[in-house]
């Protein structure tokens, strides 16, 4: 917890959820304090500049003893400050979830200190709020406690109930974290990897059959939810993404039938999920609904924000509506959180610029000096945190096949099959892997299309065929960015051939010249 990542993270909820009492640490004051001053320069400052501030306040660096000491008493002030927040503009559930917390840790506190009768006391309310929003957890342990009470009250008719509901809120509880088991098993097998792994893929059936089980026996919200996530999870593996649209829809209706479990973040999330999987179809329809949906529940400048721009530029480079990209990515851009995101995120943001870029520059005719400018601003990260330097070679390619400078293709090439290698050895089933070699393949076979095309033909038949989830090095399609290679190879071909057509013309008319003239 003496991470100042988590100090933050403390800090950013009391800030916006905290009561007048809470909020009070981080106001400006006549006189202020050690812990006051430190508080208020983690709330107000986007970047920890912890060195600077223990400067400020000490004359010392950050790891000074003192600094030290003073975070940790400020990150006990702020866990105290837990217990004072104003969840009023929140969801109903999350009101009622942090009501009942709050609740249930009185009841623990009374009965530890031997105040029984004023803890029971607090118990039914508590009980039927646990009841109402499936508090399986606090549903239990309330139970529990009114079980040995009625126990100790020798109330025998009392007992029964509650232990026959006990056993109920039990059964209930195992199937919770049994359908909860099934999902993180998926989250375990895809979490941080790009592609679907064997693993996962052998997990799909017979988990969905017991996610499927457990939701109709035990058709409740909690269960409900995670089964949608289960099935979601299991069409986009399948690669059905028709699928996985009619299930974020069915799951939207699921959570219209239980108001009062509502929750932005529950709806958002499967707002998000039909919109991956409507880029996936290349389905700019559902897109754009699922677009819509996701902006009524992200606020703009949040993290879920970020992420679903950037499924909604990629949706639209999907589709080639260029101009509806161009003014998504403008809008990420220009919003005034953009500059305090990660790095890597400010790095996917400027590849995308760049391919927007060469897509309006392609329909010109006039372009080949913009193009040559644009090839000497494409960087390479030297530090590839994210994976985009495979983005920004596929693009080098294309502007450079664009160009027609095919000498510089082949210097450049030897960075595909680095990439190759290093990267995808143990990926060669992925449509990444096809496209790469059908790049490579063209170079060996310098650029004859009709004489690779033999051997590529395999690789191109594996990314143009049906759909697959959409990679991160994949900013415009991989059939899109291939007719477009091939095109220009043809192009250039063809203008090669009128120039040495040109040249043997002139050079059979300068020889009939000087026949002439020696005749």
């Given amino acids: 917890m003496d991470n100042p990542l988590h100090l933050s993270d403390i800090i950013r909820v009391i800030k916006r959820f905290g009561n007048k009492r809470a909020r009070n640490l981080f106001r400006m004051r006549t006189k202020q304090n ?76 009374l009965i530890m200190l031997g105040a029984r009768r004023a803890a029971m006391s607090l118990v ?34 009392a007992f029964k109930k509650i232990d026959h509901e006990l056993s109920a809120a039990l059964r209930l509880r195992v199937a919770e974290n049994q359908i909860a088991s099934i999902l993180e098993r998926f989250y375990v097998e895809s979490v941080g990897r790009s592609t679907v792994r064997p693993s996962l893929k052998r997990l799909t059936g017979a988990s969905l059959d017991e996610a499927t089980a457990v939701f109709e026996e035990f058709p409740t919200f909690n269960i409900g939810i995670n089964y949608f996530r289960i099935a979601t999870t299991v069409a986009e593996v399948e690669s059905n993404f028709a699928l996985s649209i009619t299930l974020c829809k069915r799951a939207s209706m699921f959570l219209k039938l239980h108001p009062h479990m509502q929750n932005k973040a529950f709806a958002g999330e499967f707002a998000l999920k039909r919109l991956t999987a409507a880029l996936s179809a290349n389905d700019l329809v559902q897109g754009k609904s699922a677009v819509l949906e996701c902006k009524q529940y992200f606020e703009p400048g949040g993290n879920n ?51 927007i870029v060469f897509m309006l520059l392609a329909k010109q005719s006039t372009k080949r000096k913009t193009l040559a400018k644009l090839i000497r601003e494409v960087p390479i990260y030297s530090k590839d945190k994210a994976g985009y330097n495979i ?68 690789y191109v038949q594996r990314f143009c ?5 959409v990679e991160e090095s994949q900013v415009l399609p991989y059939p899109q960015m291939w007719d ?15 120039v040495r057509r040109k040249k043997g013309t002139a050079k059979r008319s300068k020889v009939g010249d000087c026949g002439e003239s020696v005749h």
């Fill in 124 to 157: 039914p309310a508590a009980l039927a709020r646990a009841r109402k929003y499936e508090l399986t957890s606090d549903t239990i342990e309330l139970l529990r406690l009114a079980r040995t009470h009625a126990a100790f009250e020798g109330n025998r008719l």
């Fill in 305 to 355: 924000w970020f992420v679903m721009m950037e499924y909604e530029f990629l949706l639209y480079m999907h589709t080639q509506q260029f101009a509806s990209a161009s003014v998504c990515l403008e809008a990420v851009i220009a919003h005034g959180r953009f500059e305090s995101q990660a790095e890597q995120v400010r790095q996917k943001w400027a590849i995308f610029q760049q391919y």
């Fill in 391 to 458: 983005s920004l070679i596929i693009l080098q390619y294309l502007v450079l096949v664009e160009l027609g400078k095919f000498d510089e293709v082949i210097v450049r090439s030897e960075a595909l099959n680095q990439y190759l290698m290093r990267h995808l050895r143990t990926r060669k089933s992925g449509p990444l892997y096809a496209f790469l070699k059908s790049l490579v393949l063209l170079q060996r076979h310098d650029f004859n299309v009709q004489r690779a095309s033999v051997y590529t033909k395999r």
């Fill in 484 to 498: 477009h290679i091939i095109t220009g190879i043809e192009r250039a071909t063809v203008a090669h051939s009128k």
């Fill in 34 to 109: 050690s812990v006051t001053r430190l508080a208020r320069k983690f709330a107000d400052s986007e970047q920890r500049e912890e060195e600077t501030w223990a400067r400020d306040i000490f004359g010392e660096g950050s790891s000074s003893r003192s600094y030290v000491r003073l975070r940790s008493k400020l990150k006990l002030k702020t866990l105290s400050l837990l217990f004072d927040l104003d969840l009023q503009k929140g969801s109903e559930l999350r009101r009622m979830m942090y009501a009942n917390m709050r609740r249930v840790f009185m009841v623990r506190v």
């Fill in 465 to 469: 065929t049906g759909y697959h989830s």
